[in-house]
């Protein structure tokens, strides 16, 4: 797995209803954006902020960790491919998933 | 087919009952994720990488057109229009709202269907040769012991906290369509020196991070028997399984530690002792099951038929699908239609809703209502009419169900991978797909003849890559994915363990690897050599030494 070369993470999780991927975003809430997510910039905030979601039993989620990211040209990017994979959708069903969500909104997707 | 009697529908219903529950106490948040979980595996919910998952049980792989028309009711009102079959005979819905669960279980049970069992440490659906009781050979039906082993292994009490998963396949004739030896234990029905039909019990058998061929604990049993039999051997796993080692706790890891003499010794200790009290399964009770699946009342035909050789020779694309895909029937005048769910360039094992249907409507028209799912990610008309064959063909051609690949390049086993599975590794649907694509040409496949690729998306091996004549596994190297290539693997009578050529290759390079052990195949095969003879005459050497001189 590639080290990211500064230390930047943030929470997802899974939505409890839909299994959907989600992101903590900066008012605590879950939002399907990775770009709305909420960033942090070592580990120690890290670990606490998904203790902290953890603890509170939170009903909307399931199974909250952490992942790494970095900024590509101005958004927010997984650096494992099992990350933007998951926050895409299959890749052999464009159709589906998050991915076919932003193509309709006309927003550009990251490479994977 | 096997039909529910009262006890089975009322447990089905109060499962989902149950479920239904626990789904809103979960919901309400009454229940914690930790507690829920189990629950929700219990019934067959898994949850994926971008969504839940929905394993619904098809026991033996045998379904009737109205099961499989709810499935496809399920698919369009609570999916994505699509279902996945699976390597274990099952069917999986990748899009299903925690909430509309419930209802969809109990548009299960309205068919006699379920998804219990399908995830946890207990027995799962036993699976079966999807040929039973039609193809020639066979010494008897596999399904109605199937049926028994489903309904002693359901809800059982000391079954349901194994320390893992458990699965059961038999096979009916002396060739194995159902991968016996990979199996935690696997059944063949045979005749003993008296010519009496029995029961053949492999064990240990199994794939994932430690692939083994199962040993043969005992050589012939008594039919009577195989309840008590296996309760033996699963009170020795239950005893001695290591609970407190996740990769060593399935009961292949604790046959190799014990070895199979002293394994065996201690399933006969354990079979004696149990003496009387051993399940003994009642003559009755057999011959009810039994009855489940009689043959169906077949015409009197010639096998040769006037109407399917004319259409051979007036349709191009016919007689290749009639070649390939449609199997000699144990009747004259019928036969095996396998429809492939590999199409060029497909998803295997996928089929949409429409496609169902359409299966569905051939099935109930044209096959005595009845189906199957195989192990291969195909579907089966069991029982079609020779003089039938071209009007099946023409409605799966409009389906796009009638590639004539059964068991060529490109009609793949694949696990979902990294595409769907939270636990993957790497993608494993785009490689078949670049392979099914490379081999587009079905004269080229024909040429090529019978090829194995089995292709999985991490080291669990769910798409049996270990028994693929070439198997690739998708791994995760450096952050990029990777696959690794075994040849000589195979999951029939003779079955073995695939070897690892090499060094793996990357995504772009693996269908180049792919071409050139294929190609090597072609250049050094004997007349009617198939590619599993073939290496098994020459071994890896010359396959290494091609694809590593050209990488
Ligand atoms: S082999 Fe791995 S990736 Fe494929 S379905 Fe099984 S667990 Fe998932």
Redesign the pocket.
Known sequence: MPKPKNFLQLVTANRLNDGLVVFLNESGDWTESIDRAKLVKSKEDAESLLKERSSTGDDAIIEPYLIDVEIVEGTIAPVRYREKLRGLGPTVRTDLGRQSEVARSGLELANV | MYRYDEFDAAFVRSRVAQFRDQVERRVKGELTEEKFRPLRLMNGLYLQLHAYMLRVAVPYGTMNSRQLRQLAFIADKYDKGYGHFTTRQNIQFNWPKLSDVPDILDHLADVEMHAIQTSGNCIRNVTADHWAGVVDGEVEDPRPVSELLRQWSSAHPEFTFLPRKFKIAVAGAEKDRAAIAFHDIGIKIRRNEQGDPGYEILVGGGMGRTPIVGVTVREWLPKGEILGYIEAIMRVYNLHGRRDNKYKARIKILVLELGKEEFTRQVEEEYARMGETSVQVDPAEIERIENYFVPPHYEQLNDADPVLAAAENDNAGFAPWVAQNVAKHREPGYGIVNVSLKPTGGIPGDATSDQMRVVADLAENFSFDELRVTHEQNLVLPHVKKSDLFEVWKSLVAAGLATANLGLVSDIIC????D??????AR?IPVAQDISNHFSELERQHEIGELKIKI????????HHHAGHIGIL?LEKRGEEFYQVTLGGSGDENAQVGEIIGPGFSRTEVIGAVDTIVDTYVSLRNENETFLEAYRRVGPKPFKEAVYATH
């Open positions: 696990c979902p991978g990294l769907y599975c939270s636990l993957a590794t494993s999985s998306g991490c080291i669990n091996a769910c798409g998708g």
